[in-house]
């Protein structure tokens, strides 16, 4: 929302048509990688037009079904802004689900988002993957999980009904993806995929969005997100094949844990994006422990800063209490504890 350089390349790119110019927020203030400026120090009137423009854009809308909300953990605007947008949203629009597409770790923090990279290394063959690489391979995903909403099909998956069958404990909402298949445009000449593999691809580790092992993970509830002509019998000839092979973990209480999507309309593909044509593809959303590794190494490195003060005097001048640090670190305790129980 701060920088502008980002907001204008919004407003003057290619895609410039597919956004509202009265919708975009920018202002001079710089938040300083700071969630403290971000959250307490952002100025009311740049909140107060973030607010009225969601409430223009809900006012417009038949039927709202969700607020998305796109941005990264990390820095001033993305974590302590957004943060601060969110509670507001939540107040506001009381019965909406708020849906977080989050990048985990932020890109100017972490020299490389394992898990982004990887596919681009390996499955698009790109060397040195850029931001842009990296942000098509998330749009594609995003396509994934909302097409149902923009094109008919035989079996269609809403936000509210994805909400509904991934999110078994209001705590335990945190989904990773994935993203199946993933080929350059030469592999989608001499390349095919079967539904089985494509089924079975959703849960190897390299089209993942976070990395982890899916044999060492307990899956609470799968949506498989399917896009082209595929029929559903196959498909669950698919997930059945899975289930008997024991390719994923499932908890005992939800034996049944698929949410199966299917859309006709292929994805749109981009020629710099790298990304192949398919005439199908897969975008799986669960809800798994595998969120366990990244919130423990997290807890970690908090837990070992806040014991040595490291840094804490930035964020307390901007209007944070000691108190608070300690509060935040209980929460992802007690979440962590909760996921860990799944285990």
């Given at each position: 929302?701060?920088?502008?350089?980002?907001?204008?390349?919004?407003?003057?790119?290619?895609?410039?048509?597919?956004?509202?110019?009265?919708?975009?927020?920018?202002?001079?203030?710089?938040?300083?990688?700071?969630?403290?400026?971000?959250?307490?120090?952002?100025?009311?009137?740049l909140v107060d037009q973030g607010m009225n423009a969601v409430r223009k854009e809900a006012e417009q809308a038949d039927k709202l079904q969700s607020c998305?909300?796109?941005?990264?953990?990390?820095?001033?605007?993305?974590?302590?802004?957004?943060?601060r947008l969110v509670e507001?949203?939540?107040a506001e629009f009381?019965?909406?689900?708020?849906i977080e597409m989050a990048i985990y770790p932020d890109y100017h923090k972490s020299c490389s988002n394992d898990a982004l990279c990887r596919i681009c290394n390996e499955?698009?063959?790109?060397?040195?993957?850029?931001?842009?690489?990296?942000?098509r391979v998330l749009a594609h995903a995003c396509s994934g999980i909302l097409a149902p909403l923009c094109f008919d099909g035989p079996l269609t998956a809403s936000l509210p009904q994805l909400q509904t069958n991934l999110v078994p404990y209001p705590r335990l909402h945190f989904l990773q993806a994935s993203l199946n298949p993933m080929f350059t445009h030469?592999?989608?000449?001499?390349?095919?995929?079967?539904?089985?593999?494509?089924?079975n691809g959703a849960f190897n580790t390299i089209n993942q969005m976070m990395v982890?092992?899916?044999?060492?993970?307990?899956?609470?509830?799968?949506?498989?997100?399917?896009?082209?002509?595929?029929?559903?019998?196959?498909?669950?000839?698919?997930?059945?094949?899975?289930?008997?092979?024991?390719?994923?973990?499932?908890?005992?209480?939800?034996?049944?844990?698929?949410?199966?999507?299917?859309?006709?309309?292929?994805?749109?593909?981009?020629?710099?994006?790298?990304?192949g044509k398919t005439n199908r593809q897969l975008t799986a959303l669960y809800n798994s422990t595998l969120i366990v590794s990244p919130l423990k190494a997290n807890l970690h490195k908090f837990k070992v800063l806040l014991s040595k003060k490291a840094f804490i005097h930035w964020y307390l001048?901007?209007?944070?209490?000691?108190?608070?640090?300690?509060?935040?670190?209980?929460?992802?305790?007690?979440?962590?504890?909760?996921?860990?129980?799944?285990?």
């Open positions: 929302m701060q920088n502008l350089t980002v907001v204008d390349e919004i407003r003057t790119g290619l895609y410039r048509g597919m956004f509202n110019p009265a919708r975009l927020v920018t202002g001079l203030e710089d938040m300083a990688n700071n969630f403290g400026r971000g959250y307490y120090g952002c100025p009311q009137n998305l909300v796109f941005h990264s953990f990390g820095g001033g605007t993305g974590a302590g802004t957004t943060c507001l949203m939540d009381m019965k909406v689900p708020k499955s698009l063959r790109m060397e040195r993957p850029s931001y842009p690489n990296l942000n030469d592999q989608t000449i001499h390349e095919a995929i079967t539904i089985q593999e494509l089924t982890g092992d899916p044999k060492e993970t307990v899956m609470m509830a799968t949506a498989l997100l399917y896009r082209g002509q595929i029929p559903i019998q196959e498909i669950n000839s698919s997930i059945d094949a899975i289930k008997k092979r024991g390719l994923i973990g499932l908890v005992d209480w939800c034996p049944t844990g698929f949410k199966i999507g299917v859309v006709p309309t292929l994805p749109a593909v981009i020629q710099a994006s790298g990304i001048q901007e209007g944070m209490e000691q108190g608070e640090f300690q509060e935040c670190m209980e929460d992802v305790l007690n979440i962590l504890q909760d996921y860990l129980f799944v285990e």
